[in-house]
Every structure is written in C-alpha cells, then in structure tokens.
C-alpha cells in the first residue's frame, strides 16, 4: 500500500507570485533539511525566504530557547499545513499548522507567520 506522500493521484502547484505558496514552499523545504539533517541547507532556506531583521530575531529566540525558531521546537514535525488568514497594510497573514507524531495521539503547533507583500519575504513567526 501506499502512503499518503507516494500516491499517483497526488497533484501539487504553487505560484511564484502567491506569498502563501511561498511559506508552503519555505515550510516545505525547510522542514525536509531540518529532518535530513542538511544545515547548510536550513540556513540558505533562511537566508532566500526570511528578512534580515527576522533572521536576527530568531537568533535571539533560538539562543533564549534552545529550540529552532522557524517550528518552534527541538524536533521535526511529521506533517505541516499553511492556510491563509489575513492581509492588510502591506502584510499577508498565514496561519501554519505543525503536526507532531501520527495517528490520534499527533500533536499540533499553531504558527502566525507573517509575510511582506512588497518582496513576499516571511517578517515575523509567533505562536499563534
């Protein structure tokens, strides 16, 4: 049988131009580093995806927490989901959803990402 990342019937887009798409496509990325264990990779991810500013504040978060700031935790989650949930005064508001082990037991992560629509780069992660 098949898992659900290995069916034929699967179809997946995305637009350059949507900053939706593109924190899906962050998320996407970055967690499939992080879970191979390509650093480099990670921070080429941060580097294309996430403001200077962002960047320096997850440090700080990072150094204070001991965890990675981009998921909000020591570990990698088993599934993630971006939907979006607002926009206005130049921003585009997604809400990315972390899922946490399998079955009915999985945990879930909620994540207010922010993104600006002048370059589509994500400018704040929080709790949300």
Partial sequence: MLSDSTKGDEIRGG????AVDRVADFYGAYIDAVSDG???LGSELRAHYLTEDL????AAWEEANHADG???AQDVPTRWEVR?????AGH???TVTLTWGTGPDAGHT?????????NKLISDIEDG
């Fill in 55 to 58: 960047r320096q504040r997850l």
């Fill in 70 to 72: 981009v998921l909000r």
């Fill in 110 to 118: 909620r994540l207010a990402v922010q993104s600006d629509l002048s």
């Fill in 15 to 18: 637009s350059p131009d949507s």
């Fill in 84 to 88: 979006y949930h607002d926009s206005g």
């Fill in 92 to 94: 585009l508001f997604t």
């Fill in 38 to 40: 390509t650093d480099d």
